[in-house]
Nanobody, 125 residues
Framework: QVQLVESGGGLVHDGGSLRLSCAASGATFSRIAMGWFRQAPGKEREFVAVISWSGEGTYYGDSMRGRFTISRDNAKNMVYLQMNSLKPEDTAVYYC??????????????????WGQGTQVTVSS
């Protein structure tokens, strides 16, 4: 079992920045690929980013590349998502997810085994 708790969401203006955090517990965190997804009202859950268990590899969704940065601290069992140049279309609930046997190919929600409860990000125009 892996427990995931996100934090850091909130309201920000167009062009602003936010840093999301995800605290993990209950498993050998350093061997788990971690991802971020988001879901806006009426839309499907969308892949944002994934990071390998070592932290050396990352992959991003097309609309996030160059604006968002995923990172992890295995000593603290934490994953982060730094979001810059935010746009109103980035408004969504953001979820942290864990893929026990994952890698950088883990970009579909079904690839992931555990999910956090989500944190709301709202970008005003």
């Amino acid at each position: 079992q892996v427990q995931l708790v996100e934090s850091g969401g909130g309201l920000v203006h167009d062009g602003g920045s936010l840093r999301l955090s995800c605290a993990a517990s209950g498993a050998t965190f350093s061997r788990i690929a971690m991802g971020w997804f988001r879901q806006a009202p009426g839309k499907e859950r969308e892949f944002v980013a994934v990071i390998s268990w070592s932290g050396e590899g990352t992959y991003y969704g097309d609309s996030m590349r160059g604006r968002f940065t995923i990172s992890r601290d295995n000593a603290k069992n934490m994953v982060y998502l730094q979001m810059n140049s935010l746009k109103p279309e980035d408004t969504a609930v953001y979820y942290c997810a864990a893929d026990i046997y994952g890698n950088l190919n883990s970009i579909a929600p079904d690839d992931y085994d555990y999910w956090g409860q989500g944190t709301q990000v709202t970008v005003s125009s």
